[in-house]
C-alpha cells in the first residue's frame, strides 16, 4: 500500500487498518461541515447511519465516536482530550489533525534557513508581526513562503470568493524550449538566492493551475530543481477531470505536500465525492467554501472585501488574510516580481498582502538582480541612525509606572522593568524622531543610552514598529 500521509512520525504510530481508516473519517467531517442535508440526517436517524454513510463512499466510520469532535469541525470550541480517551477513532483524527498542524510549522521553518541573513530577519520579522496583527489561529495556517511563481496572467474562474480578485485570463504561459530555459534559470535563481526554502514555495497564487495545459510540465522542472513536488491548490477539479487525476497520481508519487480543491457548492461537494474515492482524495484538502463555518472565516480581501458585515464574527474575519507568502512573487507571463507578506485586508492593502518592492525581469540574470538588490534596500538587520521610528498604526500605546504597552487585535505586549523603557516609549509614540534622535533625547534625560538601543531594535526584530518608515 502506498504512504498515503505526509505527517513524518505519525506514520510509524499507526496501523495498517488506521491508515486506512484515516480518509473516509475525513470524508465524514467534509459531509458533516459541508453538507447541511447530511448532517441533519445524521442527527435524526441513527438506525440509517450505515445505509447514510455508504450512499457517501464512508466506510468503517463509526459516527458514535466522532460526534463527540463536531463543536470543533464547527470551530466553535475546542473538545478537551480526555473526553476522546474511549473514543479511539475521534482520538485517531486528533491525532492526525496535530501530526499534520506540525508538518505545516516545519514547512514554515525552513523559510528561516535561506543563505541570505538580511531574508531570514526580514521574513521572521514579518512572521512576528503577523503573530500581532492576524492571531495566533491565523498565523499559525500561513506557511509564509518564500517564493510563488505563477504560470498564467489572469484566472478563468471569476470565483465570487476570491481574496486575491484574480483578474480574467488573458495569457498562459506555454511550455516552448525557449520558456522552458527561462523556467528552468529562474527556478535555479530562487534556489540559489532562497536555499531549500524556496522548495515550499507553489506554481500558481491568482491564478487556476488547471488553465495551463502545460502545468505538469512546469511542476516536474520544479520538482527537479527545487527537490519538492509543489502543493497545488485547483477551484475547478470537475472541469478536466483527466487532468485532476493526474494531479492525484503525481501527489500519490510525491507525498511531499497536501493539494487542495476549493468547493463553492453542496452539490459540487457531492459530485467530487461520487467522481473520487476517499482514498483518491487522501492527499487532498477539500476548502468548503460555501460552508457556514468556513464563509465565517472567510479571508474579506480581494472580491469579499466589499462584503464585510458588522455581525459578531466581523472582528476576526477583518483581520484574515489568504497570503501565504513572505518572499517574491514571480509571474512567468508579464515577467513581473513583488516583494510582499501578508497583513489584515485594509483600504492601503485590500488584497491582504504588503508590497515591499516590485520590478520587471526580461531573463534569470535580471531576476536576480532584482533578488540582491531588495534584500540589501528592504531587508536591513538593524535600526540605522537616520531610520524614522514609529510603533505600527494598529497599535495601541500606553504608558506604564515602570514602561509602556503595546495593545493589538490579538496580543498585548508589555516592555518593562528598566528606568529607560518610560521615557522611550514616549519618544517612539510621537511617531517623528530617527532612532538618533531618540538616543540624544535618552542621553539627555540620563538613561542608559545602551539599553535603549537593545530596546529598540528588540522592538524591530518583534515587528512591532511600522517597518515602511525606515
Not at 45 to 67: F, H, S
Not at 271 to 288: G, P, Y
Not at 316 to 344: A, D, K, Q, W
Not at 376 to 390: G, I, K, T, V, W
Request: hydrophobic share 40%.
Amino acid at each position: 500500500m502506498n504512504e498515503l500521509y505526509f505527517c513524518g512520525d505519525f506514520n510509524s504510530q499507526i496501523s495498517a487498518d488506521e491508515k486506512r481508516l484515516i480518509p473516509h473519517i475525513k470524508r465524514f467531517f467534509e459531509c458533516v461541515v459541508g453538507d447541511t442535508e447530511f448532517y441533519a440526517a445524521l442527527q435524526e436517524d441513527a438506525a440509517g447511519w450505515e445505509a447514510l454513510l455508504q450512499a457517501r463512499g464512508i466506510a468503517n466510520v463509526k459516527p458514535e465516536q466522532l460526534a463527540v469532535l463536531f463543536p470543533e469541525q464547527f470551530m466553535l470550541e475546542e473538545v478537551p482530550t480526555a473526553e476522546l480517551a474511549d473514543k479511539p477513532q475521534a482520538l485517531l483524527w486528533r491525532r492526525y489533525c496535530e501530526a499534520a498542524a506540525g508538518m505545516r510549522e516545519l514547512w514554515r521553518q525552513q523559510g528561516d534557513k535561506t543563505p541570505s541573513h538580511r531574508f531570514n530577519a526580514w521574513r521572521r520579522r514579518q512572521v512576528n508581526r503577523c503573530q500581532s496583527q492576524l492571531g495566533q489561529e491565523t498565523n499559525a495556517a500561513i506557511v509564509h513562503a518564500t517564493a510563488v511563481f505563477e504560470l498564467s496572467k489572469g484566472c478563468s474562474l471569476g470565483c465570487p470568493f476570491c481574496g486575491l480578485a484574480a483578474e480574467p485570463l488573458q495569457e498562459v504561459l506555454p511550455y516552448t524550449d525557449e520558456n522552458a530555459r527561462l523556467w528552468q534559470t529562474v527556478l535555479k535563481v530562487a534556489a540559489a538566492r532562497l536555499g531549500t526554502a524556496a522548495g515550499a514555495g507553489m506554481c500558481y497564487w491568482a491564478t487556476e493551475p488547471s488553465d495551463n495545459s502545460d502545468y505538469f510540465k512546469f511542476m516536474a522542472d520544479y520538482s527537479r530543481i527545487m527537490g519538492v513536488y509543489p502543493q497545488t491548490t485547483t477551484a475547478a477539479p470537475l472541469r478536466k477531470p483527466d487532468w485532476t487525476r493526474e494531479l492525484l497520481r503525481l501527489r500519490r508519487e510525491h507525498v511531499t505536500a497536501s493539494d487542495r480543491f476549493s468547493i463553492h457548492s453542496t452539490e459540487l461537494l457531492r459530485r467530487v465525492h461520487k467522481e473520487f474515492s476517499a482514498e483518491d482524495l487522501a492527499l487532498t484538502e477539500l476548502i468548503l467554501q460555501h460552508s457556514d463555518t468556513w464563509s465565517r472565516l472567510m479571508a474579506r480581501s480581494g472580491r469579499n472585501r466589499p462584503s464585510v458585515s458588522a455581525d459578531s464574527q466581523a472582528k476576526f474575519v477583518t483581520t484574515h488574510t489568504i497570503c501565504c507568502l513572505s518572499g517574491y512573487l514571480i509571474n512567468m507571463v508579464e515577467r513581473s516580481v513583488r516583494l510582499i507578506s501578508p497583513c489584515p485586508p485594509s483600504e492601503r492593502w485590500p488584497l491582504g498582502y504588503r508590497i515591499h518592492a516590485e520590478g520587471d525581469f526580461a531573463d534569470a540574470a535580471e531576476l536576480d538582480g532584482f533578488i540582491v538588490k531588495t534584500m540589501a534596500a528592504c531587508m536591513p538587520e538593524h535600526l540605522a541612525s537616520e531610520d524614522r521610528l514609529a510603533f505600527r498604526q494598529d497599535l495601541e500605546f500606553a504608558a506604564l509606572p515602570a514602561g509602556f504597552q503595546l495593545r493589538s487585535t490579538y496580543r498585548l505586549h508589555k516592555l518593562t522593568g528598566a528606568p529607560h523603557l518610560v521615557p522611550l516609549g514616549r519618544l517612539i509614540a510621537q511617531g517623528i524622531l530617527t532612532l538618533g534622535r531618540v538616543l540624544e533625547e535618552t542621553a539627555v534625560q540620563g538613561q542608559d543610552v545602551l539599553a535603549a538601543a537593545s530596546s529598540m531594535q528588540k522592538l524591530f526584530e518583534q515587528g512591532l514598529l511600522e517597518e515602511n518608515l525606515l
